[in-house]
């Protein structure tokens, strides 16, 4: 037997104390903040009862590579001069 569907406002209000409101559950539904997924259904979203909400992931943080030299003379030539793009001449 499939769980039972609620309406994302009943869910919210179940879990949160005060719910947040409509418009950040309906981005929580968009992004995938809930797990399982809520389905929409005509104009509304509907979400399993034993929905949990799932805070998002922080970016890991990966330190820049700097490349100091190369074998290509051009590529040197680019490193030292600091410049990444150079306008093409139509």
């Known amino acids: 037997m499939a769980a039972k569907q609620i309406p994302l406002q009943d869910w919210a209000e179940r879990h949160f104390d005060p719910p947040p409101s409509i418009r950040t559950l309906r981005r929580w ?9 809520p389905e929409l259904v005509g104009r509304e979203y509907r ?3 034993d929905a949990a909400y799932v805070p998002p992931q922080r970016p890991l943080r990966v ?4 490349v100091l030299e ?5 590529v040197n030539d680019i ?10 001449q139509a």
């Not at 600091?82 to 306008?87: A, I, L």
């Open 29 to 37: 539904a968009r992004q995938g903040r809930i797990a399982p997924a």
């Open 47 to 49: 979400v399993r009862e």
């Open 63 to 66: 330190q820049p590579v700097v």
């Open 70 to 74: 190369s074998e290509d003379p051009v």
């Open 79 to 88: 490193i030292a001069s600091g410049k990444t793009k150079e306008r093409r």
